[in-house]
C-alpha cells in the first residue's frame, strides 16, 4: 500500500488564510513535516498547529542557513527519505511550507527528490497577503508586476525594475540600502515595506520612512512606478 504526500501551504502566518483544502489534508495526516531553519520554531506548523491531529508524528526538518549549499542539501536528502519511507507505509504525509510550496519554497527541493510527483495545494504567497493589508491594487490593465529577490546584483535588479510597473521584491535583508537606491533610479515614486503581514506582528511603513539599513526575514517591499489613482 503506498501512502500518499501533499505539500502544503500554510499562507503568510495567520490561520484564517489557510484553505479548507489545507486544513482537510493536515487533519488527516499521520504524519507533518516543517522546516526549522538553525532550530527556530517553524512558522508554517506554528500557523497550522491547532488541526494537526494529536496522533500525528511532527517531523521537524533541520535547515541550516549556511553560504554552502551542501549541509541543506543534505537535510533535504534525509527528509525526503524519511517522506517516502512513510509513504511506501501507507501513511498520509503532509508537508508544511510558508506561503506557496511552488513559490521560493523549500518543498520544491523535496519534491524533485521523491519518485512520483505529490500533490500540492496552494497558500496566500507574502506579497498578495503584503497587498491586503495596505491595501493596494497591485496591477490595473496592461500593467505587469516582478516578483524579485533583493539578491540578485545591482543591474540584474535594475533591469527586472525597467520591466515592470509593480515590484514586489523579496528576500532583501542587508541588501536594503542598494534596492532602495535601485528603486528610486528607476523612477518607482511610491513604495511600502511590509512586515510580517497578516499576523499580529505586522508593521507598514513607507520606504523612504525606513531608516535601518537592512529588514527581517518576513519583510518585503512593494513598490510602484507611479502613485495608484
Known amino acids: ?26 487533519e488527516a495526516a499521520d504524519a507533518v513535516f516543517y522546516v526549522e531553519a538553525d532550530g527556530k520554531p517553524s512558522r508554517a506548523l506554528a500557523t497550522v498547529d491547532a488541526f494537526v491531529p494529536q496522533a ?27 517522506i517516502r519511507d512513510r509513504a511506501k507505509a501507507g ?18 527541493y523535496l519534491m524533485d527528490r521523491l519518485p512520483q510527483r505529490p ?41 527586472r525594475l525597467e520591466a515592470c510597473d509593480c515590484a514586489a521584491i523579496l528576500k532583501t535583508g542587508r541588501h536594503l540600502p542598494r534596492v532602495r ?18 499576523t499580529a506582528a505586522q508593521q507598514i511603513v513607507p520606504l523612504e520612512g525606513y531608516t535601518d539599513d537592512t529588514l527581517p526575514y518576513f519583510a518585503l517591499i512593494l513598490a510602484w512606478k507611479e502613485a495608484a489613482a
Open 1 to 26: 500500500m503506498t501512502g500518499r504526500v501533499t505539500g502544503v501551504g500554510t499562507g503568510p502566518g495567520d490561520p484564517e488564510l489557510l484553505t479548507r483544502k489545507a486544513v482537510a489534508v493536515i
Open 56 to 82: 500525528a508524528a511532527r517531523c521537524a526538518i533541520s535547515m541550516p542557513m549556511r553560504a554552502d549549499p551542501a549541509e541543506g542539501q543534505a537535510s533535504y536528502d534525509r527528509a525526503a527519505t524519511e
Open 91 to 108: 501513511q498520509s504525509v503532509a508537508v508544511l511550507c510558508e506561503g506557496d510550496p511552488l513559490l521560493y519554497g523549500s518543498f520544491i
Open 119 to 159: 500533490a500540492i495545494v496552494p497558500g496566500v504567497p507574502s506579497f498578495l497577503a503584503a497587498a491586503s493589508v495596505l491595501p493596494a491594487g497591485l496591477v490595473r490593465r496592461s500593467e505587469s508586476l516582478s516578483l524579485i529577490p533583493g539578491t540578485l546584483p545591482t543591474d540584474a535588479f535594475k533591469q
Open 181 to 198: 537606491a535601485a528603486l528610486r533610479d528607476s523612477g518607482f515614486s511610491r513604495a511600502h515595506i511590509i512586515v510580517e503581514a497578516t
